[in-house]
């Protein structure tokens, strides 16, 4: 009987060790098994896997169902599964990566539990033109609204070329480095270029092109400052990346906000394009175009007041009585209107759906997709050289000027100050493959000398009659052939530079069929056929007779009926 009993309980003490044992065990497996856990899978969250979200927790489900098995035996209790399963927790969360990376649509890394998110992406446009011109483009060729400005003094030159030319171009490089800094609501975005435009006269070189930061903690009133596009209206908005023609119309150029270029430097506060039917936008900027502010922009006082200058060599002109043989006209750079900036307003209505701003129906709507806009933007005192017809003289505002040349404004060269108040209205329908979009443009030219335009150095000669303002509109239009795969799109856009002038309207007109090899604007071949008419007559200062005596024997608005322009453009675009 006494070694029943001892037996006994001897074999209670080992049935107690043996629980003791297989419950270690257990917690000592768990814990094991959370390390391999963590390498796979964040802590019960949705974890992105080939595009696709899943949630995994962060212990192995057989690993679980034994300890709940245990629970429910009495193995151990409930207290110790769920102390188990938060160390299980907090190691997988502590020994987890602080950064992973992935692909899809860009390189992406994100660090510190997304504290620090960095999306890389490439895009690249190559492009093979061939180019038609008439006769007129070889005499007189275009000196009015695409000025060339060459030299240190920016002497303006005749675009003139021969009938016809084949070029490879590789049109647009782009780097792209976006993502969000602390928290998803403060996001940043930088753009590099690398390209050359068609005409460039020097090969491209690397360069910044966007650089911002956005707040979005308020969805009513995001804020957005640094370098980037103005809002201020649809074709300004859009990328080149998602348009339906290799090239964007030249009336789209030459109505952006500020006059100069699609970017500036500022600040705009706007609400959140996704939630919101009705957007707003409301911006101040520089209003002298990217990388750029007004004290770079000066008037060049002359040496002797009333005395013609000239170049370092001498004096192009004839010497008025009294006044110097030989002298520069710069003696002074005077900053003026320094405290000047561009105000920019737009609105936007989402009537049916969200169109977005690319062109368009790739996304092949299913329900139709309709929205209007219009933007209002003011650049004051923007300096257009005021060097009384000979451009040689002054030495100001090289930069304005090149970039007024650029986008077609060249007309408003030597205007002297003006104010720049333009409007914009815009709209656009989308419906299964379908799209349609248009927009409509009018600038108005203050300028703050009201006189006639001097026509000399000594003003002895005026122009015929004041610069009026300028007023263009396009209407385009395309549909899928192809669902998501193959487009044919149509635009024509007109384009009246000076409407106090006769025979110097623009008009272009563009085809293009649009193969999408991926069903986005990633992958695509464009091909585009465009015609464009320039008249040639006007006024324009430095660039109509009678030209500065000394200044060449050919004027540069001599009249040889309207410029025509057929061109073909086969663009490849890889964007990744």
Same mark, same amino acid.
């Given at each position: 009987?006494?070694?029943?009993? =001892?037996?006994?309980?001897?074999?209670?003490?080992?049935?107690?060790?043996?629980?003791?044992?297989?419950?270690?065990?257990?917690?000592?497996?768990?814990?094991?098994?959370?390390?391999?856990?963590?390498?796979?899978?964040?802590?019960?969250?949705?974890?992105?896997?080939?595009?696709?979200?899943?949630?995994?927790?962060?212990?192995?489900?057989?690993?679980?169902?034994?300890?709940?098995?245990?629970?429910?035996?009495?193995?151990?209790?409930?207290?110790?599964?769920?102390?188990?399963?938060?160390?299980?927790?907090?190691?997988?969360?502590?020994?987890?990566?602080?950064?992973?990376?992935?692909?899809?649509?860009?390189?992406?890394?994100?660090? &510190?539990?997304?504290?620090?998110?960095?999306?890389?992406?490439?895009?690249?446009?190559?492009?093979?033109?061939?180019?038609?011109?008439?006769?007129?483009?070889?005499?007189?060729?275009?000196?009015?609204?695409?000025?060339?400005?060459?030299?240190?003094?920016?002497?303006?030159?005749? !675009?003139?070329?021969? &009938?016809?030319?084949?070029?490879?171009?590789?049109?647009?490089?782009?780097?792209?480095?976006?993502?969000?800094?602390?928290?998803?609501?403060?996001?940043?975005?930088?753009?590099?270029?690398? =390209?050359?435009?068609?005409?460039?006269?020097?090969?491209?070189?690397?360069?910044?092109f966007d650089v911002n930061f956005t707040y979005t903690k308020l969805p009513w009133a995001n804020v957005q400052f640094g370098q980037y596009k103005v809002y201020f209206n649809r074709s300004q908005i859009n990328s080149t990346a998602s348009m339906q023609f290799a090239e964007r119309a030249l009336v789209q150029d030459a109505f952006t906000a500020s006059?100069? @270029?699609?970017? @500036?430097?500022?600040?705009?506060?706007? #609400?959140?394009?996704?939630?919101?039917?009705?957007?707003?936008?409301?911006?101040?900027?520089?209003?002298?175009?990217?990388?750029? !502010?007004?004290?770079?922009?000066?008037?060049?006082?002359?040496?002797?007041?009333?005395?013609?200058?000239?170049?370092?060599?001498?004096?192009?002109?004839?010497?008025?009585?009294?006044?110097?043989? &030989?002298?520069?006209?710069?003696?002074? &750079?005077?900053?003026?209107?320094?405290?000047?900036?561009?105000?920019?307003?737009?609105?936007?209505?989402?009537?049916?759906?969200?169109?977005?701003?690319?062109?368009? @129906?790739?996304?092949?709507?299913?329900?139709?997709?309709?929205?209007?806009?219009?933007?209002?933007?003011? #650049?004051?005192?923007?300096?257009?050289?005021?060097?009384?017809?000979?451009?040689?003289?002054?030495?100001a505002n090289l930069n304005i000027r090149r970039q007024l040349a650029a986008f077609g404004n060249g007309r408003q060269l030597g205007l002297g100050i003006v104010d720049y108040s333009t409007w914009a209205a815009d709209g656009v329908f989308k419906y299964r493959g379908f799209s349609l979009q248009g927009e409509f443009y009018f600038k108005n030219v203050?300028?703050?000398?009201?006189?006639?335009?001097?026509?000399?150095?000594?003003?002895?000669?005026?122009?015929? #009659?004041?610069?009026?303002?300028?007023?263009?509109?396009?209407?385009?239009?395309?549909?899928?052939?192809?669902?998501?795969?193959? =487009?044919?799109?149509?635009?024509?856009?007109?384009? @009246?530079?000076?409407?106090?002038?006769? !025979?110097?309207?623009?008009?272009?007109?563009?085809?293009?069929? !649009?193969?999408?090899?991926?069903?986005?604007?990633?992958?695509?071949?464009?091909?585009?056929?465009? #015609?464009?008419?320039?008249?040639?007559?006007?006024?324009?200062?430095?660039?109509?007779?009678?030209?500065?005596?000394?200044?060449?024997?050919?004027?540069?608005?001599?009249?040889?009926?309207?410029?025509?322009?057929?061109?073909?453009?086969?663009?490849?675009?890889?964007?990744?």
């Amino acid at each position: 009987m006494k070694r029943l009993r =001892e037996g006994l309980y001897i074999f209670r003490h080992q049935r107690c060790a043996h629980r003791l044992l297989v419950g270690v065990l257990i917690v000592l497996a768990a814990w094991l098994a959370s390390a391999g856990a963590s390498e796979a899978a964040d802590t019960g969250k949705l974890v992105e896997k080939d595009g696709k979200y899943v949630f995994v927790e962060s212990m192995d489900p057989s690993l679980k169902l034994l300890l709940e098995r245990s629970v429910k035996s009495g193995m151990i209790t409930q207290e110790e599964y769920d102390q188990v399963v938060k160390d299980s927790e907090e190691r997988t969360q502590l020994l987890s990566p602080s950064f992973r990376g992935w692909y899809d649509r860009g390189f992406n890394l994100s660090m &510190n539990d997304n504290a620090f998110f960095l999306k890389i992406r490439f895009r690249s446009q190559l492009r093979y033109t061939q180019r038609f011109r008439n006769d007129a483009w070889r005499n007189p060729g275009e000196a009015k609204n695409f000025p060339e400005l060459l030299g240190v003094f920016g002497d303006y030159r005749a !675009n003139r070329s021969e &009938n016809s030319s084949s070029s490879f171009n590789v049109r647009r490089l782009r780097f792209y480095f976006m993502g969000h800094l602390f928290d998803p609501d403060f996001k940043y975005y930088i753009q590099m270029r690398a =390209e050359t435009a068609e005409n460039a006269q020097s090969p491209g070189s690397l360069s910044l092109f966007d650089v911002n930061f956005t707040y979005t903690k308020l969805p009513w009133a995001n804020v957005q400052f640094g370098q980037y596009k103005v809002y201020f209206n649809r074709s300004q908005i859009n990328s080149t990346a998602s348009m339906q023609f290799a090239e964007r119309a030249l009336v789209q150029d030459a109505f952006t906000a500020s006059g100069l @270029d699609r970017r @500036d430097i500022g600040i705009t506060i706007m #609400n959140d394009e996704e939630l919101f039917p009705v957007n707003y936008y409301l911006g101040v900027f520089n209003g002298a175009g990217p990388s750029f !502010n007004r004290l770079g922009s000066f008037t060049s006082e002359e040496a002797t007041v009333g005395c013609p200058g000239g170049q370092t060599s001498g004096n192009p002109f004839p010497s008025p009585a009294g006044c110097p043989a &030989n002298q520069r006209n710069l003696n002074a &750079n005077t900053r003026i209107d320094v405290d000047r900036l561009m105000y920019v307003a737009r609105l936007n209505w989402n009537i049916l759906g969200r169109p977005g701003y690319g062109e368009g @129906d790739l996304a092949y709507s299913e329900t139709p997709q309709l929205a209007v806009g219009g933007g209002y933007s003011y #650049n004051p005192g923007v300096n257009t050289s005021s060097d009384n017809a000979f451009v040689g003289l002054d030495l100001a505002n090289l930069n304005i000027r090149r970039q007024l040349a650029a986008f077609g404004n060249g007309r408003q060269l030597g205007l002297g100050i003006v104010d720049y108040s333009t409007w914009a209205a815009d709209g656009v329908f989308k419906y299964r493959g379908f799209s349609l979009q248009g927009e409509f443009y009018f600038k108005n030219v203050i300028r703050h000398d009201k006189g006639l335009p001097c026509m000399n150095t000594t003003c002895t000669a005026t122009a015929p #009659n004041n610069f009026g303002n300028a007023m263009g509109w396009y209407v385009q239009s395309g549909y899928y052939l192809i669902p998501r795969t193959v =487009e044919l799109a149509a635009r024509y856009a007109y384009w @009246d530079p000076d409407t106090n002038s006769a !025979n110097d309207l623009i008009r272009q007109a563009d085809v293009s069929l !649009n193969w999408f090899l991926n069903g986005t604007y990633d992958h695509q071949i464009m091909v585009t056929y465009s #015609n464009t008419q320039f008249g040639t007559g006007g006024y324009t200062i430095g660039r109509s007779a009678p030209l500065p005596p000394g200044s060449g024997t050919v004027p540069l608005d001599a009249v040889g009926g309207t410029l025509i322009e057929n061109a073909i453009r086969v663009q490849y675009q890889i964007f990744f």
